[in-house]
C-alpha cells in the first residue's frame, strides 16, 4: 500500500469518476485504475462498484474516512516540514553556561527577536554537561559550553570553538594569598575550595588539575551560581577557581580580590565552544543565531577587566 494509491482512491471517491480522478491527480486514467487495482489486491476488498456511475462499495465506504486521516496527516506533516526548512518554527530552544548567559548573549538575543519576531527564543542556564545532554535528547538546539570531547565526539554534532579563557582564583580581599600577584599551586592547595556542583565542565577541570598536581581538592562548598560564589568566598579562607569570564563583577568589588595562577603564565584555561547537530544547522533561525553568536562574542582579551 503506498500513498498514491490512498490519494487516487480518495480523488475516485471525491469526484466520482475515474477519469475526473486522473485530472485531479495529474495523471493517466490507466495508471488510476492500476493503483486501485493494486491497492483492491493489497485489502482484498473491492473499493468501488464500476459501473455507469462510480460508487464506494460497504468495503470502500469503511475504509474512506480512515484514508482521509491519512491523506490530512500526511499533508500537515508535509505543510510542517516545508516551514521547518523555511524558518517558520515556533522556538527556539538554548542551553548556555552562567558565564555566557550573563555576559555575553544579551546582545545576541535582541538582535535575534529583531530578526525572527515570531520565534519564541528560550534561554536557559546549566552546566556543560546536562546542557550537553538536553542537547542530545532534543530538548535544546543549541548548546554553549565548556568544551567535552567525550560528549561531543558522534559524528552529527558540529563544535564551533569559540574562545580559550585563563582560570583565575577569586578569593577575601582580606586573603593571605593576596600577597601573591601570581599564586604558586603549592600554595593555592593549602585552601579550601569552592566548586561547582557535579556536573559542571568547572568542577571536572579542576578535579583533573589537582589530580595532576598530586594534590588533595578541599571542595567544602558546592554552589552552581555566580552570585554563591562572590557570597561564599568573601566570608573567610576559602577560594574558588574561575574562568576569566566569570569574574567581571568580583574585579570591581572591593571586598573581592582576583589573581592569576601559575608562575608567571596562565597554566590553567578551558575552551568554550557552541554546539548543535547538522541538521538543526540548516534550519534558518538556528543558523542566524549560531552566526551571530560567533560575531557577538569577544575573545577573553578584549573583556573589560578593571581592577
Not at 135 to 151: E, P, S, T, W
Request: charged share 20%; proline share 5%.
Amino acid at each position: 500500500m503506498r500513498l498514491e494509491q490512498l490519494q487516487a482512491f480518495l480523488a475516485i471517491a471525491d469526484t466520482g469518476s475515474f477519469q475526473q480522478a486522473a485530472r485531479k491527480c495529474g495523471v493517466t486514467q490507466s495508471t488510476i485504475s492500476r493503483q486501485i487495482q493494486a491497492l483492491e489486491a493489497d485489502l482484498g476488498v473491492a473499493l468501488f462498484h464500476r459501473n455507469a456511475a462510480t460508487t464506494l462499495t460497504l468495503g470502500g465506504d469503511r475504509f474512506l474516512p480512515r484514508v482521509r486521516k491519512i491523506c490530512q496527516e500526511w499533508r500537515t506533516a508535509t505543510e510542517e516540514l516545508a516551514d521547518l526548512v523555511a524558518g517558520k518554527q515556533p522556538e527556539l530552544c538554548v542551553a548556555a553556561i552562567h558565564s555566557i548567559c550573563s555576559h555575553f548573549l544579551p546582545p545576541v538575543l535582541q538582535q535575534f527577536c529583531r530578526d525572527y519576531p515570531d520565534v519564541q527564543l528560550r534561554v536557559t542556564s546549566l552546566g556543560s554537561d546536562r546542557a550537553l545532554k538536553v542537547l542530545k535528547d532534543g530538548m535544546v538546539d543549541l548548546a554553549i559550553v565548556m568544551n567535552n570531547r567525550f560528549l561531543t565526539a558522534s559524528s552529527e554534532m558540529v563544535v564551533q570553538v569559540l574562545y580559550d579563557e585563563p582560570i583565575e582564583v577569586l578569593m577575601a580581599a582580606t586573603h593571605p594569598l593576596t600577597a601573591y600577584e601570581w599564586i604558586p599551586w603549592a600554595e593555592l592547595t593549602c585552601y579550601p575550595q569552592v566548586v561547582f556542583k557535579d556536573g559542571y565542565g568547572m568542577q571536572r577541570l579542576v578535579q583533573d588539575r589537582f589530580d595532576r598536581e598530586g594534590a588533595i581538592l578541599q571542595a567544602v562548598v558546592e554552589v552552581n551560581t555566580l552570585d554563591a560564589f562572590r557570597g561564599v568566598v568573601r566570608q573567610g579562607d576559602m577560594v574558588a577557581l574561575l574562568p576569566q569570564s566569570a569574574l567581571i563583577e568580583a574585579r570591581n568589588d572591593p571586598t573581592l580580590a582576583v589573581r592569576v595562577l601559575g608562575n608567571g603564565r596562565n597554566d590553567l584555561t578551558r575552551r568554550v565552544v557552541m554546539v548543535t547537530t547538522q541538521d538543526r544547522l540548516k534550519i534558518p533561525p538556528i543558523r542566524r543565531f549560531w552566526d551571530l553568536v560567533q560575531a557577538s562574542i569577544p575573545v577573553p582579551e578584549k573583556i573589560e577587566t578593571s581592577a
